[in-house]
C-alpha cells in the first residue's frame, strides 16, 4: 500500500511522457483524439473561442497535466491513492474554471470601456455626421477592446455588407443589452439625419450604460467580499483534520495511516474543490444575462 501512490506517479509520469513528449506517431495521434474527446476538449475549444482564447490541445493537455500531476505528487507525498481521484477531477474541471474566469474578465473588460467609446463615438458624429468616417476617426482614439471592435466594424461596412448589417454585427460581437440601443440610434441617425435629438439620444443611451456599469462595479465589490468569506470558511474546515491528525492510533496517524482517514481527507479534497467552484460560479455576477 505504501509503495502505490509512487508507483502510480511513475506510471503517470511516463504516460505523460509518451503521450506528450515524445515524438508522434499514428497510435498516440489516435490515443490523443479519444482523450481529447473524453475530457471534452472541442466544446472547450469553442467556448473559449468566443471569448477570444483560440485555446490549444497543447495549452488545454497543459493544464489537465498540471492539476493531475499535482494530485499524483500530493498522493505520493501522503501515502493516500485516493488522492489521484481528487486530481483526475481538478484536471476536469480546472480548464472550464480558467476559461469562465477569463471570459469574465474579457467582458468586464469590454463592458467597461463601452461608456468612453460611446462618448467618443458621438463627438466624432458632431464632428463628421458619417458614421462610417466617424470610426476610421474614432479607432485612432481609443484602445482595446474598442479599437477591435470599431476596425471589425469599419470591415464589414467596407466590404458591401452596408451599415446596417455592419452595425447588427456590431451588436451580436458586444452581446450587452443597453448597448443595442446605442446601435438602434446609431441606425435611426444614420436614416433620418444627425440632428441634435438624436445625438442627444447617443448621449443618453450611454449614461445609462455608465450607470449599469457603475452598479456592476458595486455588486463586484461585494461578490470579492463574499468569495473571500467562503476561502476563510474552507481553510477553517482543513484545521479540523489539521487538528485531528496529531491523534494517533498506536504509531499510526489517523488521517495519514488508516483507510477511515485516507478516504475522509479525499472526502475533503472534493468537497473542497466542489465549494470553490460553485462559490465562484454562484457569487460571480452573470454577465451573460446583461
Known sequence: MLLLPPVLALCWLGLVYWLFIKKSNDNKLNVRHRLNRLMGYQNISAYAG????????????????????????????????????????????LPRFMIRRYRKRQQTALLTAIPDFGRILTARLVDHHSIVRAF???????????????????????????????????KARVAFRKFDIVVETLLIAHHEGYSSEALRAMEKAVEAIENDIKAIEILEITSAKKKKELIYIVLASWAFPAIL?????????????????????FSYLVSTLFVLIKGEEYLSLRLDEL
Open 50 to 93: 468566443t471569448a477570444g482564447w483560440n485555446i490549444t490541445s497543447r495549452e488545454f493537455w497543459g493544464i489537465v497535466i498540471f492539476a493531475v500531476t499535482t494530485g499524483v505528487l500530493l498522493s505520493a507525498a501522503f501515502k493516500n491513492p485516493l488522492i489521484i481521484l481528487a486530481g483526475i477531477l481538478a484536471g476536469y474541471y
Open 136 to 170: 476610421e476617426v474614432l479607432q485612432n482614439d481609443v484602445s482595446e477592446p474598442m479599437k477591435t471592435l470599431a476596425i471589425d466594424f469599419l470591415k464589414d461596412a467596407g466590404v458591401g455588407m452596408g451599415i446596417q448589417q455592419a452595425l447588427e454585427n456590431l
Open 245 to 265: 491528525s496529531f491523534m494517533n492510533t498506536g504509531n499510526a496517524n489517523v488521517y495519514l495511516d488508516t483507510v477511515p482517514g485516507k478516504i475522509l481527507m
